[in-house]
């Protein structure tokens, strides 16, 4: 290396992780003598493994098991927990605030730098719809998917203990906003749980629930194809799944969601899985963006006209070289992300050592999704599969991706033991609330909108 580089990674998700990961192994002797360092800024000390979401919010997964811990796998770098508020690439400094600087009341601090890896993901993209900030879940993060299955199963405790049949029918209502995986293998995977825990109250059947899924488009699941999409659908309305394409979200205020064809649902479960946008940090950079707020990359995978800045995942618009089509970018999904994340660091050790850097070039192999247990679509190199092959396929492959071998082996011992005991089908909504118990005892009040779960 010509001199001492500082590598600022900013973002811990798949992009970053992946990236500090293989830059400790191609820098490992500069690592060892000092002429490099890696500073990884995430909000949070873990990578979330996001396809294992919808199977940990069913019980299938415990959480710790949908996270990897960062400091452990990224042991030769610093990882600093905090948000990185703005970035001036013009002076190689980054604005960053974290929990210290709150405690301390200084202000956020400057990191300096010589190289920028830029990969804060993306966040999730709302409407300007009335009641969705008050009423509506979220399925982004490992918090948001335990939140959602504790507010499922206790919504079946208030529906089994009240006589009032209007609470009871908007307790038994769930309306999933979003066609895509999220929306549907969140969707699927918790009707499938709720099914099966239906079967231990003595006064709610499967029948008495209502789960409706709400698409903008014309289909859904578009990675796997008009086909498997059509299927999905047709599987989806068997399990009485009421599924409305090309109708949208209008109003959920007072807890009742109100669609585009007129249709009125009382509810008290409203899942917004309806897309995501940039990371706002983006905007706060002086780096060049695209027009969806994506910053415009190379091939290489640099920020196109500028030196000593990278990107990729969610947050990069990377030219697709595999194309026919000329102007096409690569999918913003964790298959690109993954083989994006090894190249750009392959890269920034070459761009080190005065080599020459490397092409992303990568075809899009295909996709799987979960429909829930047993059941699945999936368009992988041409080839259709349908119903247990495909989720079984879904199964093998996110476990061949899920990182470290410890997740990997913690997955499959949790998958092996719930195919030979019942599931868990326990609510723990008080996590979300742990001192409102001893509040009381001290004499103090309950939190009047979440007494006690998480509703």
Known sequence: MKERARILVVGGGYVGMYTALRLQQKLKQELKRGDAEITVITPDPYMTYQPFLPEAAAGSISPRHVVVPLRRVLDRCRVVIGEATSIDHAKRTATVATLATEEEGTGPDQLSYDELVLAPGSVS?????????????????????????????????????TRDPAIRDAALTFVFVGGGYAGVEALGELEDMARYASRYYHNVKADDMKWILVEASDRVLPEVGAEMGKYTVTQLRRRNIDVRLRTRLDSCTDRVAVLSDGARFPTRTVVWTAGVKPHPILAATDLPLNERGRLRCTAQLTVDGTTHAWAAGDAAAVPDVTASEPGTETAPNAQHAVRQAKVLADNIARSLRGESLETYSHTYVGSVASLGLHKGVAHVYGRKLKGYPAWFMHRVYHLSRVPTFNRKARVLAEWTLSGLFKREIVSLGSLEHPRAEFELAAGGKPPQDHPKGSS
Request: aromatic fraction near 6%; charge should be negative; charged fraction near 20%.
């Open 125 to 161: 993209r709302t409407l300007p719809i009335p009641g969705l900030a008050e009423f509506a879940i979220g399925f982004k993060t490992v918090e948001e998917a335990i939140g959602l299955r504790n507010h499922v199963i206790e919504q079946m405790d208030i529906a089994s203990s």
